[in-house]
């Protein structure tokens, strides 16, 4: 499903070698772990999928869906108890691996590319609750899939990093600020990469970026920071292993970072189920006592309304796409 290129320019196997090593073995889990994973059984559901969009959108107190895999372009909204199909008069095309979350600046969700049926996409569009609006802005990140994106509410603006481009991995930083879009060029950055994960930490007031897939087709393990002017890489005591595509949020009840699932790419594809939590200084892995099944590309996003962490469907290691439903609480 996803637009795989297999890159060795620019990057020798001892940079990829120093980065992927960088960080300890995993050790030990967290002493405070208290919230577990709960399946969800609602009465209506969007349709299994792997690489949706999704946000919370405060302006209506719902988690947002739109598109995946499947060549769908429906929108879903959650409300804590169900799915509800929204029938906008207007709508971005299908795709699968966009970027979305929620400007709280404008009160809307944000949504920039993604891979389309034919291509890749480079468009903006807005969602205010009701229906969605392309935007035309003077200046765009060049067309991808799999950017790492998140609100930063220090800022002010939707940050996103990197991504599939046309022709290879892209390293780019940019940022929204409701009308366009800004290339940064900070001091530091990651390499370059695709499917990492991102959220915003309001404990620490920062982006945090985690792992992605390597130009040699490797998978990173790394920890990044964005304070709003540059990217600061973090050297944890523990660390999850390599992956790409995990889903990743923000838990305002625990004032943690909670990454689920994803999957490691070198030789055969290994899905990954488990469940970490970032403090602002190191990972610690949780072992609730239940949780979703391995997966790749499970998109999941704080609801306040509900205090919980939702994830909804992904990619099954038997190629097939899930289509349940999970809260973190």
């Not at 739109?66 to 429906?74: A, M, Q, R």
């Amino acid at each position: 499903m996803k637009l795989r290129r297999i890159l060795t320019a620019g990057v020798t196997a001892l940079a990829a070698s120093a980065v992927l090593g960088t960080v300890p073995p995993v050790v030990q889990a967290s002493s405070a772990a208290a919230a577990t994973w709960t399946r969800q059984h609602p009465a209506s559901s969007p349709p299994g999928r792997e690489e949706a969009a999704l946000a919370y959108d405060a302006a209506t107190g719902t988690v947002v869906l739109f598109g995946g895999s499947g060549d769908v372009s429906d929108t879903w909204t959650w409300n804590g108890t169900t799915w509800t199909q929204q029938h906008p008069a207007i709508s971005p095309p299908s795709r699968v691996g966009a970027a979305m979350a929620y400007d709280a600046a404008t009160g809307t969700v944000v949504l920039f590319g993604g891979l389309g049926s034919s291509s890749l996409l480079g468009d903006t569009w807005t969602w205010n609750g009701t229906t969605w609006t392309q935007h035309h802005p003077a200046t765009s990140p060049p067309a991808r899939q799999g950017a790492a994106v998140a609100y930063d509410a220090a800022t002010g603006t939707v940050v996103l990093f990197g991504g599939f481009g046309s022709s290879s991995l892209l390293g780019d930083t940019w940022t929204w600020n409701g009308t366009t879009w800004t290339q940064q060029h900070p001091a530091a950055s990651p390499l370059i990469r695709g499917y990492p994960a991102a959220a915003y930490d309001a404990a620490t007031g920062s982006v945090v970026l985690f792992g992605g897939e390597h130009p040699d087709g490797a998978n990173f393990r790394d920890t990044w920071t964005w304070d709003g002017a540059t990217w600061t890489q973090q050297h944890p005591a523990t660390s999850p292993r390599a992956r790409q595509s995990a889903g990743m949020a923000y838990d305002a009840a625990t004032g943690t970072v909670v990454l689920f699932g994803g999957f490691n790419s070198r030789n055969t594809p290994y899905y990954l189920a488990d469940t970490w939590t970032w403090d602002g200084a190191t990972w610690a892995k949780q072992y609730p006592a239940a949780h979703p099944s391995a997966r790749s590309g499970p998109p999941m996003a704080y609801s306040a309304a509900t205090g919980t962490v939702v994830l909804f469907g992904g990619g099954a290691p038997d190629g097939g796409v899930l289509g349940d439903t999970w809260t973190w609480g």
